[in-house]
Protein backbone atom coordinates (compact mmCIF):
# COMPACT_ATOMS: atom_id res chain seq x y z
CA UNK A 1 0.00 0.00 0.00
CA UNK A 2 1.54 3.45 -1.04
CA UNK A 3 1.28 6.21 1.24
CA UNK A 4 -0.82 9.10 -0.67
CA UNK A 5 -0.72 12.43 1.04
CA UNK A 6 -2.76 14.89 -1.21
CA UNK A 7 -4.83 13.10 -3.80
CA UNK A 8 -7.76 10.89 -3.82
CA UNK A 9 -7.14 7.29 -2.63
CA UNK A 10 -8.39 4.12 -4.37
CA UNK A 11 -7.60 0.43 -5.43
CA UNK A 12 -4.79 -1.57 -2.97
CA UNK A 13 -3.93 1.99 -1.72
CA UNK A 14 -7.14 2.64 0.25
CA UNK A 15 -7.67 1.35 3.63
CA UNK A 16 -10.50 -0.47 3.86
CA UNK A 17 -13.47 0.74 6.02
CA UNK A 18 -15.87 -2.69 5.81
CA UNK A 19 -18.03 -1.50 8.76
CA UNK A 20 -18.57 1.91 7.39
CA UNK A 21 -19.36 0.05 3.87
CA UNK A 22 -21.96 -1.99 4.88
CA UNK A 23 -23.69 0.94 6.80
CA UNK A 24 -23.75 3.01 4.08
CA UNK A 25 -25.00 0.56 1.81
CA UNK A 26 -27.76 -0.87 4.26
CA UNK A 27 -28.82 3.31 4.64
CA UNK A 28 -28.88 3.46 0.76
CA UNK A 29 -31.63 1.04 0.05
CA UNK A 30 -33.94 3.79 1.34
CA UNK A 31 -32.30 6.79 2.44
CA UNK A 32 -30.14 9.51 0.88
CA UNK A 33 -27.38 10.24 2.88
CA UNK A 34 -25.25 13.55 3.92
CA UNK A 35 -21.89 12.91 4.69
CA UNK A 36 -20.99 15.08 7.87
CA UNK A 37 -17.47 14.57 8.55
CA UNK A 38 -14.68 16.98 9.08
CA UNK A 39 -12.39 17.88 6.00
CA UNK A 40 -8.91 15.92 5.32
CA UNK A 41 -11.08 12.47 6.83
CA UNK A 42 -10.78 10.91 3.67
CA UNK A 43 -14.60 11.37 2.30
CA UNK A 44 -14.01 11.48 -1.15
CA UNK A 45 -11.93 8.32 -1.32
CA UNK A 46 -14.64 6.45 0.82
CA UNK A 47 -17.40 7.24 -1.63
CA UNK A 48 -15.16 6.60 -4.40
CA UNK A 49 -14.39 3.02 -2.98
CA UNK A 50 -18.25 2.74 -2.08
CA UNK A 51 -19.21 3.38 -5.58
CA UNK A 52 -17.08 0.64 -6.88
CA UNK A 53 -18.83 -1.72 -4.37
CA UNK A 54 -22.32 -0.20 -5.09
CA UNK A 55 -21.23 -0.68 -8.89
CA UNK A 56 -20.53 -4.79 -8.29
CA UNK A 57 -23.61 -4.45 -6.93
CA UNK A 58 -25.56 -3.54 -9.77
CA UNK A 59 -26.10 0.27 -9.49
CA UNK A 60 -25.48 2.93 -11.77
CA UNK A 61 -23.15 5.77 -10.45
CA UNK A 62 -23.04 9.02 -11.39
CA UNK A 63 -20.44 10.90 -9.11
CA UNK A 64 -19.23 14.45 -9.73
CA UNK A 65 -17.00 17.10 -8.13
CA UNK A 66 -18.96 20.47 -8.68
CA UNK A 67 -16.63 22.66 -6.50
CA UNK A 68 -16.07 24.31 -10.41
CA UNK A 69 -19.51 24.90 -11.04
CA UNK A 70 -19.75 28.85 -10.47
CA UNK A 71 -24.24 29.27 -11.55
CA UNK A 72 -27.15 26.93 -11.18
CA UNK A 73 -27.18 25.90 -14.86
CA UNK A 74 -23.56 24.73 -14.69
CA UNK A 75 -24.33 22.25 -12.19
CA UNK A 76 -27.45 20.79 -13.95
CA UNK A 77 -25.08 20.79 -16.71
CA UNK A 78 -22.57 18.66 -15.41
CA UNK A 79 -25.54 16.40 -13.23
CA UNK A 80 -26.33 15.63 -17.12
CA UNK A 81 -22.44 14.94 -18.09
CA UNK A 82 -21.86 12.67 -15.19
CA UNK A 83 -25.41 11.22 -15.70
CA UNK A 84 -24.39 9.92 -19.71
CA UNK A 85 -20.98 9.30 -18.34
CA UNK A 86 -22.22 6.10 -16.41
CA UNK A 87 -24.52 4.10 -18.35
CA UNK A 88 -27.43 6.76 -18.44
CA UNK A 89 -26.52 7.98 -21.98
CA UNK A 90 -29.42 8.47 -24.44
CA UNK A 91 -29.67 10.42 -27.37
CA UNK A 92 -32.51 12.58 -25.88
CA UNK A 93 -30.13 13.09 -23.40
CA UNK A 94 -27.53 14.37 -25.76
CA UNK A 95 -29.99 16.64 -27.33
CA UNK A 96 -31.11 18.27 -23.81
CA UNK A 97 -27.11 18.60 -23.02
CA UNK A 98 -26.51 20.25 -26.29
CA UNK A 99 -29.23 22.80 -26.48
CA UNK A 100 -28.29 23.58 -22.91
CA UNK A 101 -24.55 23.84 -24.12
CA UNK A 102 -25.54 26.31 -26.54
CA UNK A 103 -27.37 28.31 -24.60
CA UNK A 104 -25.52 29.37 -21.50
CA UNK A 105 -24.15 32.30 -22.82
CA UNK A 106 -27.71 33.90 -23.10
CA UNK A 107 -29.13 32.55 -19.95
CA UNK A 108 -30.73 34.88 -16.74
CA UNK A 109 -28.94 32.78 -14.20
CA UNK A 110 -31.89 33.08 -11.52
CA UNK A 111 -34.58 31.31 -13.62
CA UNK A 112 -32.57 28.62 -14.98
CA UNK A 113 -35.36 26.00 -14.45
CA UNK A 114 -37.35 28.08 -17.64
CA UNK A 115 -34.69 27.84 -19.83
CA UNK A 116 -36.42 26.62 -23.32
CA UNK A 117 -34.85 23.67 -24.04
CA UNK A 118 -34.59 21.77 -27.52
CA UNK A 119 -35.33 17.82 -26.90
CA UNK A 120 -38.42 17.38 -28.27
CA UNK A 121 -38.88 14.82 -25.40
CA UNK A 122 -41.97 17.07 -23.57
CA UNK A 123 -43.22 19.87 -26.41
CA UNK A 124 -41.87 22.62 -28.11
CA UNK A 125 -41.96 24.61 -25.48
CA UNK A 126 -40.45 22.51 -22.91
CA UNK A 127 -38.19 23.85 -20.17
CA UNK A 128 -35.53 22.75 -18.38
CA UNK A 129 -37.76 21.96 -15.51
CA UNK A 130 -39.93 19.84 -17.97
CA UNK A 131 -36.93 18.19 -19.29
CA UNK A 132 -35.14 16.79 -15.95
CA UNK A 133 -38.36 15.60 -14.18
CA UNK A 134 -38.57 13.97 -17.56
CA UNK A 135 -35.26 12.36 -16.91
CA UNK A 136 -35.38 11.57 -13.26
CA UNK A 137 -39.48 10.01 -13.76
CA UNK A 138 -37.32 7.74 -16.50
CA UNK A 139 -34.73 6.99 -14.34
CA UNK A 140 -37.49 6.23 -11.09
CA UNK A 141 -39.07 3.85 -13.59
CA UNK A 142 -36.09 1.98 -14.32
CA UNK A 143 -34.75 -1.44 -13.62
CA UNK A 144 -31.77 -0.21 -11.79
CA UNK A 145 -30.91 1.85 -8.86
CA UNK A 146 -28.57 5.09 -9.37
CA UNK A 147 -26.56 6.78 -6.58
CA UNK A 148 -25.62 10.65 -7.24
CA UNK A 149 -22.58 11.31 -5.60
CA UNK A 150 -21.55 14.97 -5.34
CA UNK A 151 -18.35 16.10 -4.06
CA UNK A 152 -17.84 19.63 -3.08
CA UNK A 153 -21.64 20.15 -2.80
CA UNK A 154 -21.42 23.23 -0.50
CA UNK A 155 -19.12 24.85 -2.87
CA UNK A 156 -22.03 25.22 -5.57
CA UNK A 157 -24.18 26.86 -2.75
CA UNK A 158 -21.50 29.23 -1.44
CA UNK A 159 -21.27 30.71 -4.69
CA UNK A 160 -25.33 30.71 -5.56
CA UNK A 161 -25.49 32.86 -2.74
CA UNK A 162 -22.72 34.86 -3.01
CA UNK A 163 -24.06 37.94 -5.68
CA UNK A 164 -26.25 40.02 -3.78
CA UNK A 165 -28.97 41.20 -3.88
CA UNK A 166 -30.54 38.04 -5.70
CA UNK A 167 -28.35 35.47 -4.21
CA UNK A 168 -29.85 33.84 -0.63
CA UNK A 169 -33.29 33.62 -3.05
CA UNK A 170 -31.56 31.99 -5.71
CA UNK A 171 -29.82 29.63 -3.31
CA UNK A 172 -33.26 29.15 -1.65
CA UNK A 173 -35.11 28.08 -4.92
CA UNK A 174 -32.31 26.05 -5.76
CA UNK A 175 -32.43 23.93 -3.09
CA UNK A 176 -36.54 23.53 -3.27
CA UNK A 177 -35.69 22.13 -6.37
CA UNK A 178 -33.50 19.93 -5.64
CA UNK A 179 -35.14 19.05 -2.25
CA UNK A 180 -38.42 18.24 -4.90
CA UNK A 181 -36.18 16.06 -6.31
CA UNK A 182 -35.07 13.73 -4.00
CA UNK A 183 -38.86 13.57 -2.39
CA UNK A 184 -40.56 12.52 -5.64
CA UNK A 185 -38.11 10.12 -7.38
CA UNK A 186 -37.06 7.82 -4.21
CA UNK A 187 -37.76 4.29 -6.12
CA UNK A 188 -34.85 4.14 -7.32
CA UNK A 189 -32.52 7.12 -6.72
CA UNK A 190 -30.33 7.85 -3.96
CA UNK A 191 -27.89 10.61 -3.67
CA UNK A 192 -24.78 11.43 -1.35
CA UNK A 193 -24.14 14.58 -0.82
CA UNK A 194 -20.82 15.91 0.64
CA UNK A 195 -17.63 18.10 0.58
CA UNK A 196 -14.99 19.81 2.67
CA UNK A 197 -17.37 22.86 4.26
CA UNK A 198 -19.63 21.98 6.13
CA UNK A 199 -23.56 21.65 4.64
CA UNK A 200 -25.23 22.62 7.96
CA UNK A 201 -23.39 25.20 9.33
CA UNK A 202 -23.39 27.20 6.13
CA UNK A 203 -26.87 25.97 5.49
CA UNK A 204 -27.75 27.35 8.94
CA UNK A 205 -26.49 31.34 8.04
CA UNK A 206 -29.51 30.99 5.77
CA UNK A 207 -31.78 29.78 7.62
CA UNK A 208 -32.61 27.09 5.36
CA UNK A 209 -31.45 24.03 7.25
CA UNK A 210 -34.78 22.42 6.64
CA UNK A 211 -34.23 22.45 2.95
CA UNK A 212 -31.87 19.38 3.31
CA UNK A 213 -33.44 17.65 6.22
CA UNK A 214 -34.71 14.60 4.03
CA UNK A 215 -31.13 13.96 4.05
CA UNK A 216 -29.98 10.83 6.52
CA UNK A 217 -26.66 12.24 8.22
CA UNK A 218 -23.84 9.46 8.54
CA UNK A 219 -20.31 9.87 9.44
CA UNK A 220 -17.09 8.02 8.85
CA UNK A 221 -15.71 6.43 11.82
CA UNK A 222 -12.19 7.33 13.44
CA UNK A 223 -9.87 4.00 12.70
CA UNK A 224 -9.95 1.73 15.71
CA UNK A 225 -6.49 1.14 17.70
CA UNK A 226 -6.38 -1.66 16.00
CA UNK A 227 -7.17 -1.02 12.49
CA UNK A 228 -4.95 2.05 12.43
CA UNK A 229 -1.75 -0.25 13.74
CA UNK A 230 -3.20 -2.32 10.41
CA UNK A 231 -2.54 0.73 8.69
CA UNK A 232 0.51 1.90 9.68
CA UNK A 233 1.93 -1.79 9.46
CA UNK A 234 0.72 -1.66 5.78
CA UNK A 235 2.35 1.33 4.93
CA UNK A 236 5.43 0.55 5.98
CA UNK A 237 5.55 -2.85 4.56
CA UNK A 238 4.69 -0.87 1.27
CA UNK A 239 8.27 1.00 1.93
CA UNK A 240 10.07 -2.20 3.16
CA UNK A 241 10.43 -0.66 6.71
CA UNK A 242 10.06 -2.31 10.09
CA UNK A 243 7.55 -1.00 12.48
CA UNK A 244 7.07 -2.15 15.81
CA UNK A 245 3.48 -2.34 17.32
CA UNK A 246 5.17 0.09 20.39
CA UNK A 247 6.17 2.68 17.69
CA UNK A 248 3.16 2.41 16.27
CA UNK A 249 1.47 3.20 19.27
CA UNK A 250 3.22 5.75 19.87
CA UNK A 251 2.70 7.66 16.57
CA UNK A 252 -1.15 6.61 17.85
CA UNK A 253 -0.23 9.10 21.02
CA UNK A 254 1.20 11.77 19.34
CA UNK A 255 -2.00 12.49 17.09
CA UNK A 256 -4.75 11.91 19.27
CA UNK A 257 -7.38 11.58 16.70
CA UNK A 258 -6.80 8.68 14.32
CA UNK A 259 -7.89 9.89 11.11
CA UNK A 260 -5.80 8.09 7.58
CA UNK A 261 -4.71 11.35 6.73
CA UNK A 262 -2.84 12.26 10.10
CA UNK A 263 -1.49 8.88 10.02
CA UNK A 264 -0.21 9.41 6.45
CA UNK A 265 1.24 12.54 7.19
CA UNK A 266 3.07 11.04 10.04
CA UNK A 267 4.31 8.09 8.24
CA UNK A 268 5.62 10.78 5.95
CA UNK A 269 7.33 12.20 7.64
CA UNK A 270 8.70 9.00 9.48
CA UNK A 271 10.18 8.30 6.38
CA UNK A 272 11.83 11.41 5.73
CA UNK A 273 14.35 10.77 8.63
CA UNK A 274 15.91 7.93 6.46
CA UNK A 275 16.10 5.12 8.96
CA UNK A 276 15.64 1.52 8.14
CA UNK A 277 14.29 0.56 11.03
CA UNK A 278 11.87 2.73 12.98
CA UNK A 279 12.36 3.26 16.56
CA UNK A 280 10.32 5.25 19.43
CA UNK A 281 12.74 8.45 19.09
CA UNK A 282 11.96 8.72 15.32
CA UNK A 283 8.25 9.69 16.62
CA UNK A 284 9.14 12.65 18.23
CA UNK A 285 11.77 13.69 15.51
CA UNK A 286 8.96 13.08 13.13
CA UNK A 287 6.69 15.24 14.87
CA UNK A 288 8.48 18.07 14.89
CA UNK A 289 9.56 17.87 11.64
CA UNK A 290 6.00 17.83 10.27
CA UNK A 291 5.85 20.84 12.17
CA UNK A 292 8.64 22.76 10.86
CA UNK A 293 7.89 25.94 8.30
CA UNK A 294 8.20 23.84 5.44
CA UNK A 295 5.73 21.36 5.85
CA UNK A 296 2.86 23.58 8.01
CA UNK A 297 1.27 23.50 4.62
CA UNK A 298 -0.44 20.64 5.36
CA UNK A 299 -2.28 22.38 7.73
CA UNK A 300 -2.99 25.76 6.52
CA UNK A 301 -6.23 25.07 4.91
CA UNK A 302 -7.61 24.48 8.40
CA UNK A 303 -6.99 28.35 9.16
CA UNK A 304 -7.91 29.37 6.07
CA UNK A 305 -11.37 27.60 5.63
CA UNK A 306 -12.08 29.91 8.38
CA UNK A 307 -12.52 33.26 6.81
CA UNK A 308 -14.93 31.42 4.43
CA UNK A 309 -16.94 30.12 7.55
CA UNK A 310 -17.71 33.05 9.71
CA UNK A 311 -18.30 36.15 9.41
CA UNK A 312 -15.95 38.87 10.52
CA UNK A 313 -17.16 39.12 13.79
CA UNK A 314 -17.63 35.18 14.19
CA UNK A 315 -14.62 34.83 12.91
CA UNK A 316 -12.00 36.66 15.16
CA UNK A 317 -14.02 34.46 17.99
CA UNK A 318 -13.40 31.70 16.68
CA UNK A 319 -9.61 32.58 16.41
CA UNK A 320 -9.72 33.87 20.19
CA UNK A 321 -10.91 30.65 21.26
CA UNK A 322 -8.63 27.87 19.05
CA UNK A 323 -5.56 30.40 20.39
CA UNK A 324 -6.83 29.44 23.71
CA UNK A 325 -7.39 26.01 23.54
CA UNK A 326 -4.14 25.34 21.69
CA UNK A 327 -2.27 26.31 24.79
CA UNK A 328 -3.97 24.03 26.92
CA UNK A 329 -3.60 20.22 25.98
CA UNK A 330 -6.20 19.04 28.52
CA UNK A 331 -8.67 21.93 27.26
CA UNK A 332 -11.19 24.20 29.25
CA UNK A 333 -14.68 24.32 30.53
CA UNK A 334 -16.96 26.51 28.49
CA UNK A 335 -17.43 28.91 31.22
CA UNK A 336 -13.49 29.21 31.08
CA UNK A 337 -13.87 30.08 27.93
CA UNK A 338 -16.63 32.60 28.22
CA UNK A 339 -14.78 34.35 30.76
CA UNK A 340 -11.85 34.44 28.21
CA UNK A 341 -14.01 36.24 25.44
CA UNK A 342 -15.38 38.44 27.53
CA UNK A 343 -11.89 39.73 29.07
CA UNK A 344 -11.06 40.41 25.18
CA UNK A 345 -14.59 41.99 24.30
CA UNK A 346 -15.48 43.86 27.66
CA UNK A 347 -18.14 45.78 26.38
CA UNK A 348 -19.91 43.38 24.86
CA UNK A 349 -23.59 42.29 26.27
CA UNK A 350 -22.59 38.84 28.41
CA UNK A 351 -25.84 37.44 27.20
CA UNK A 352 -24.72 38.11 23.38
CA UNK A 353 -21.42 36.34 23.69
CA UNK A 354 -22.89 33.55 25.54
CA UNK A 355 -24.89 32.63 22.68
CA UNK A 356 -22.31 33.76 19.99
CA UNK A 357 -19.72 30.74 22.13
CA UNK A 358 -22.24 28.22 22.17
CA UNK A 359 -22.95 28.53 18.35
CA UNK A 360 -19.21 28.63 17.37
CA UNK A 361 -18.51 25.21 19.40
CA UNK A 362 -21.44 23.56 17.60
CA UNK A 363 -19.74 24.44 14.47
CA UNK A 364 -15.89 23.87 15.23
CA UNK A 365 -16.72 20.56 16.62
CA UNK A 366 -18.73 20.05 13.45
CA UNK A 367 -15.93 20.84 11.34
CA UNK A 368 -13.51 18.67 13.06
CA UNK A 369 -11.40 21.35 15.00
CA UNK A 370 -12.97 20.37 18.59
CA UNK A 371 -14.61 18.10 20.44
CA UNK A 372 -16.59 18.55 24.02
CA UNK A 373 -18.21 16.77 26.78
CA UNK A 374 -20.07 18.58 29.29
CA UNK A 375 -17.34 20.20 31.09
CA UNK A 376 -14.16 20.55 29.04
CA UNK A 377 -13.73 21.72 25.11
CA UNK A 378 -10.46 21.05 23.60
CA UNK A 379 -8.83 20.13 20.37
CA UNK A 380 -9.65 16.84 18.62
CA UNK A 381 -6.67 16.47 16.95
CA UNK A 382 -2.78 16.52 18.78
CA UNK A 383 -1.44 17.32 16.20
CA UNK A 384 -3.81 19.85 14.75
CA UNK A 385 -3.67 21.31 18.24
CA UNK A 386 0.37 21.98 17.70
CA UNK A 387 0.01 23.00 14.43
CA UNK A 388 -1.86 25.92 15.87
CA UNK A 389 0.36 26.56 18.79
CA UNK A 390 3.30 26.73 16.15
CA UNK A 391 2.04 28.73 13.67
CA UNK A 392 0.16 31.09 16.23
CA UNK A 393 1.48 31.82 19.32
CA UNK A 394 4.09 33.83 19.72
Known amino acids: ?60 VAEANVEDCPTELDF ?83 QIANPQPDGPQRLQNFLHWLRQLRLTYRQRVRWILYGSVGLDSFLERYGLAALVNDLKPLELTPLTVKEAHQFLTRLAEGQELQLKPRVCQDVLNRIGWRLPYFLQLMFDALRGLN ?23 HFDTWHQRLERQFGSDDLRAARLILLHLCQ ?50 AFRSFLLRDFWRSRFVL
Not at 6 to 16: C, R, T
Not at 120 to 127: I, K, L, Y
Not at 275 to 297: C, G, K, M, W, Y
Not at 344 to 358: A, E, G, K
Open 76 to 158: VRRLLERLAANGIETSWLNRLRNSLNSQVASVKVGSFLEVKTQSTVASAHATLRDEVETLFRTLDAGPRSILIALDEFPEVLQ
Open 1 to 60: MRNITGQIVEGDDFFPREQDVQRYIATLATENVKLVFPRRSGKSSFVLHLAGRLKGEGWL
Open 328 to 377: SPGGHSKQKLLEYLMDQRPNHDPLVVQHQLTSLLITLQREGYLMADDSQV
Open 275 to 297: ATTLESRHVDQAFRLLLSPERLI
